[in-house]
């Protein structure tokens, strides 16, 4: 398993990744029915940043070591061994943020009233990377594990 | 005698650290966790979580049930009461020896309870294990008014799920502030006032007088004077490391079990991890008690490693907290510098009471975070630690760090990609 790497001098800020990355993550998977009639909106697990010119996306590297896995106070995020994910068990977390205190990326995504965390999940169970296949100017790319 | 490659003892984060560490690198050496507590590994951060109502029983659990047996771990169900580091075997309480090739302390900590007569009876808990948990939840149906001892991190916790379950709760605190090592007198004053606002009466300047009762706490004298009748204590003033197993032996301690950097403590094969340990804080570059969830994680699996014969350093752990109480979320790491700095310290700070947003940097000489506050916005709050534990001068942008959407595209160009440099592709076009 790998990550998805951005290329910031082409990309052009159009935030599509965000977007398509909420309907990955919806219950429709439609991105009119997912914005317009879907009670919870699903928050973007992927955070393009903005300082223009400069923009680029990132979300989790899924990292060989990593810090949020360390500081789950309840055994909700772990390292997936055979996938090398880093699974983020929804069920299991109780949103004391330990991990937004220790992503060093800052790809912990946080919804303040729900007391709730989301993370990139590599679009499980999906058969495409949302963010990859709908960046209009090819700025995300999928780099398999070396 | 039964001997293994490594025996843990205790079993919680270290010792799942330890294990996981372990097994990423051994796949077949021989491991046993001495465990005194006669359950499945859980999590103690959990206890407010789980008498919230937040969780069931089962989420207590750190890890899922089958964790041992399919990390081929032979979990010994008993205390662990006298170490030999030169016949390198520990004892256990039923008399069992137990030989180790390498070995972990992975005793936690014990919770404080203050020289205050009383403290014995029957309705005073701790916050520290499921134990404490259960007790308390035993004791809530006839309880009415709850009082805490200790207003740091722990008694806080304690105090918001009391009153969430519907008793008066009152906080006693020592100091004249709430969580005083933690955060500085702004971010208390924001606690306070989520707390106040609540209905939760906060008491600084204050603590326990006299308890009266016969074996259970009917009422509570106060230092001020007054009686506040009491049917649940709960003692929140902190832990101290559990170091009993290293005593009388070749194993230095100050407060906590010594070890480098390598989680090694003074005597050979013997490490130590969590909050038993006196650790390497990066920020100060002191040794001392972190008593702190992800050090404990972290330092069980640098341990492990290194037991494994790949030598491996812990050099990133500092203080730090994730804390919410009420709607108010904080996180803080490094140091916890009050006052308007000055001296070696630039502070960069802005707070909005009616929002309730705080964030504060401070900053040494040479422009680097060594600690750092941030209430009511958290989101994103790991980058600063990173720009902590990189050193990175922040003097160049020290005022975007107090914008809400800080993030690295407000680090200069050759800073940024040079902190991403495995994360992103550049020289496309």
Redesign the interface.
Same mark, same amino acid.
């Given at each position: 398993m790998g990550r998805v790497?951005?290329?910031?001098?082409?990309c052009i800020g159009c935030r599509l990744c965000e977007i398509w990355c909420s309907v990955a993550h919806s219950r429709s998977r439609n991105i009119i029915k997912t914005f317009l009639y879907e009670e919870k909106k699903p928050f973007p697990r992927v $955070?393009v940043?903005?300082?223009l010119p400069? $923009?680029?996306a990132?979300q989790c590297?899924h990292c060989a070591?990593p810090?949020c896995?360390?500081?789950c106070?309840?055994?909700a995020l772990f390292k997936d061994p055979a996938s090398g994910r880093v699974v983020h068990d929804r069920?299991?977390c109780?949103?004391?943020?330990?991990?937004?205190? $220790?992503?060093?990326?800052?790809s912990?995504?946080?919804d303040?009233k729900r007391?709730e965390v989301f993370k990139c999940d590599l679009c499980a169970g999906l058969d495409e990377l949302y963010c990859v296949s709908h960046c209009p100017n090819e700025a995300l790319?999928y780099v398999p594990e070396e | 005698m039964r001997a293994y490659d490594y025996v843990i003892v205790g079993n919680s984060a270290g010792a799942a650290g330890c294990i996981e560490g372990l097994r990423c690198v051994d796949k077949s050496g021989s491991i046993a966790v001495i465990a005194e507590e006669n359950r499945h590994i859980y999590s103690r951060a959990l206890v407010p979580y789980y008498l919230d109502g937040k969780i069931a029983g089962e989420k207590m659990y750190y890890r899922p049930a089958d964790f041992y047996k399919r990390a081929a771990v032979d979990l010994l169900e008993d205390k662990a009461v006298k170490l030999d580091t030169a016949l390198k075997r520990v004892e256990l309480a039923d008399g069992r020896l137990v030989g180790y090739g390498k070995l972990l302390l992975a005793t936690g900590g014990r919770p404080i309870f203050p020289p205050i007569p009383g403290l014995d009876k029957k309705n005073v808990f701790s916050f520290h294990s499921l134990d404490d948990a259960l007790g308390i939840e035993e004791t809530l149906p006839a309880a009415k008014n709850a009082v805490i001892l200790g207003g740091g991190v722990i008694g806080l916790m304690a105090a918001e799920v009391l009153h969430r379950k519907g008793l008066q709760v009152h906080v006693l605190e020592l100091a004249d502030r709430l969580l005083a090592p933690v955060i500085d007198e702004t971010a208390s004053a924001l606690v306070e006032k989520t707390f106040q606002e609540a209905g939760v009466e906060i008491n600084t300047r204050n603590t326990i007088e006299k308890i009266h009762g016969a074996d259970r706490v009917e009422n509570i004298t106060l230092r001020d004077g007054r009686t506040i009748p009491c049917d649940i204590l709960i003692v929140g003033v902190g832990v101290t490391p559990r170091v009993e197993l290293a005593e009388g032996t070749d194993i230095k301690i100050n407060r906590g079990i010594v070890v480098n950097r390598n989680m090694q403590t003074s005597a050979p094969d013997v490490y130590a991890c969590g909050d038993c340990a006196s650790t390497y804080n990066f920020v100060t570059g002191e040794t001392h008690p972190l008593p702190l969830w992800p050090n404990a994680y972290r330092g069980g699996r640098i341990a492990a490693f290194n037991m494994a014969g790949l030598e491996r350093e812990y050099t990133w752990g500092t203080s730090m907290n994730a804390m919410h109480f009420f709607d108010l979320n904080l996180i803080n790491a490094g140091l916890n510098i009050t006052g308007s700095g000055g001296g070696d310290w630039e502070i960069i700070a802005a707070v909005d009471e009616q929002q309730k947003t705080y964030r504060k940097f401070v900053l040494n000489r040479d422009g680097r975070i060594k600690g750092f506050v941030l209430a009511g916005q958290i989101a994103r709050a790991g980058i600063f630690l990173n720009l902590m534990r990189r050193e990175i001068d922040v003097r160049g942008f020290r005022q975007e760090l107090l914008s809400t959407s800080f993030g690295y595209s407000n680090l200069p160009d050759d800073m940024r990609w040079q902190l991403l440099e495995n994360e992103v592709i550049l020289g496309v076009v």
């Amino acid at each position: 398993m790998g990550r998805v790497v951005a290329k910031p001098e082409v990309c052009i800020g159009c935030r599509l990744c965000e977007i398509w990355c909420s309907v990955a993550h919806s219950r429709s998977r439609n991105i009119i029915k997912t914005f317009l009639y879907e009670e919870k909106k699903p928050f973007p697990r992927v $955070t393009v940043e903005e300082k223009l010119p400069l $923009t680029f996306a990132i979300q989790c590297r899924h990292c060989a070591e990593p810090d949020c896995v360390a500081a789950c106070i309840g055994g909700a995020l772990f390292k997936d061994p055979a996938s090398g994910r880093v699974v983020h068990d929804r069920e299991k977390c109780v949103g004391c943020y330990s991990c937004v205190l $220790t992503c060093p990326y800052g790809s912990i995504v946080v919804d303040p009233k729900r007391r709730e965390v989301f993370k990139c999940d590599l679009c499980a169970g999906l058969d495409e990377l949302y963010c990859v296949s709908h960046c209009p100017n090819e700025a995300l790319v999928y780099v398999p594990e070396e | 005698m039964r001997a293994y490659d490594y025996v843990i003892v205790g079993n919680s984060a270290g010792a799942a650290g330890c294990i996981e560490g372990l097994r990423c690198v051994d796949k077949s050496g021989s491991i046993a966790v001495i465990a005194e507590e006669n359950r499945h590994i859980y999590s103690r951060a959990l206890v407010p979580y789980y008498l919230d109502g937040k969780i069931a029983g089962e989420k207590m659990y750190y890890r899922p049930a089958d964790f041992y047996k399919r990390a081929a771990v032979d979990l010994l169900e008993d205390k662990a009461v006298k170490l030999d580091t030169a016949l390198k075997r520990v004892e256990l309480a039923d008399g069992r020896l137990v030989g180790y090739g390498k070995l972990l302390l992975a005793t936690g900590g014990r919770p404080i309870f203050p020289p205050i007569p009383g403290l014995d009876k029957k309705n005073v808990f701790s916050f520290h294990s499921l134990d404490d948990a259960l007790g308390i939840e035993e004791t809530l149906p006839a309880a009415k008014n709850a009082v805490i001892l200790g207003g740091g991190v722990i008694g806080l916790m304690a105090a918001e799920v009391l009153h969430r379950k519907g008793l008066q709760v009152h906080v006693l605190e020592l100091a004249d502030r709430l969580l005083a090592p933690v955060i500085d007198e702004t971010a208390s004053a924001l606690v306070e006032k989520t707390f106040q606002e609540a209905g939760v009466e906060i008491n600084t300047r204050n603590t326990i007088e006299k308890i009266h009762g016969a074996d259970r706490v009917e009422n509570i004298t106060l230092r001020d004077g007054r009686t506040i009748p009491c049917d649940i204590l709960i003692v929140g003033v902190g832990v101290t490391p559990r170091v009993e197993l290293a005593e009388g032996t070749d194993i230095k301690i100050n407060r906590g079990i010594v070890v480098n950097r390598n989680m090694q403590t003074s005597a050979p094969d013997v490490y130590a991890c969590g909050d038993c340990a006196s650790t390497y804080n990066f920020v100060t570059g002191e040794t001392h008690p972190l008593p702190l969830w992800p050090n404990a994680y972290r330092g069980g699996r640098i341990a492990a490693f290194n037991m494994a014969g790949l030598e491996r350093e812990y050099t990133w752990g500092t203080s730090m907290n994730a804390m919410h109480f009420f709607d108010l979320n904080l996180i803080n790491a490094g140091l916890n510098i009050t006052g308007s700095g000055g001296g070696d310290w630039e502070i960069i700070a802005a707070v909005d009471e009616q929002q309730k947003t705080y964030r504060k940097f401070v900053l040494n000489r040479d422009g680097r975070i060594k600690g750092f506050v941030l209430a009511g916005q958290i989101a994103r709050a790991g980058i600063f630690l990173n720009l902590m534990r990189r050193e990175i001068d922040v003097r160049g942008f020290r005022q975007e760090l107090l914008s809400t959407s800080f993030g690295y595209s407000n680090l200069p160009d050759d800073m940024r990609w040079q902190l991403l440099e495995n994360e992103v592709i550049l020289g496309v076009v």
